[in-house]
T-cell receptor, first 115, second 118 residues
Framework: AQTVTQSQPEMSVQEAETVTLSCTYD???????LFWYKQPPSRQMILVIR??????QNATENRFSVNFQKAAKSFSLKISDSQLGDTAMYFC????????????FGTGTRLTIIP | GAVVSQHPSWVICKSGTSVKIECRSL??????MFWYRQFPKQSLMLMAT?????????EQGVEKDKFLINHASLTLSTLTVTSAHPEDSSFYIC??????????????FGPGTRLTVL
């Protein structure tokens, strides 16, 4: 079974600064997907970024990028030029490639952007 | 594209009654739907996975007779909380996936339903 660990329950950062959220996971799978989801106060889950394990290049989406270290089973999210709208819960999630379609979520990090 | 709706968004019911929550994929066919439960300030816990036309697969510890899931069409899944009690009060979220499209295993989430049992 897969496990996902987010060791930072809460973080805060000044607006316009850069923040990194950490995530580690454990799996015996060789190919899989990793995701970062954002859950703002509305509680709608929003996909921020995804990474395919077989790709060595780190995924980027505008101000969001990941540092994917497959050997270390680490998948951190970097938010650059943080904005007030980035305030939310952030969940790291693991998804197997085939067969088991379930997503396994971490416990989340509550990020607050301070004006 | 890939919009998922839930209805109702908020429901209050009396203890002992049953409540049905609907999850619809609006612009794609959901071959698989997932139901999650989220307690305040906690993560999403998967309750069950349902494939269209077949019985749902429940996670360990989830009472299948209490949480009835029906996925009768490619655009609709329902979760019925039977004989609800205050401890069933929670935020219920569904997600949907079309295996023919989601080569990257992505799930699309509904906005959630807040259930309060008095």
């Amino acid at each position: 079974a897969q496990t996902v660990t987010q060791s930072q329950p809460e973080m805060s950062v000044q607006e316009a600064e850069t923040v990194t959220l950490s995530c580690t996971y454990d799996t015996s799978e060789s190919n899989y997907y990793l995701f970062w989801y954002k859950q703002p106060p509305s509680r709608q889950m929003i996909l921020v970024i995804r990474q395919e394990a077989y790709k060595q290049q780190n995924a980027t989406e505008n101000r969001f990028s990941v540092n994917f270290q497959k050997a270390a089973k680490s998948f951190s999210l970097k938010i650059s030029d943080s904005q007030l709208g980035d305030t939310a819960m952030y969940f790291c999630a693991f998804g197997a490639t085939f067969g088991n379609e379930k997503l396994t979520f971490g416990t989340g990090t509550r990020l607050t952007i301070i004006p | 594209g890939a919009v998922v709706s839930q209805h109702p968004s908020w429901v209050i019911c009396k203890s002992g009654t049953s409540v049905k929550i609907e999850c619809r994929s609006l612009d794609f066919q959901a071959t698989t739907m997932f139901w999650y439960r989220q307690f305040p300030k906690q993560s999403l816990m998967l309750m069950a996975t349902s494939n269209e036309g077949s019985k749902a697969t429940y996670e360990q510890g989830v009472e299948k007779d209490k949480f009835l899931i029906n996925h009768a069409s490619l655009t609709l899944s329902t979760l019925t909380v039977t004989s609800a009690h205050p401890e069933d009060s929670s935020f219920y979220i569904c997600s949907a996936r079309d295996w023919r499209l989601a080569v990257n295993n992505e799930q699309f989430f509904g906005p959630g339903t807040r259930l309060t049992v008095l």
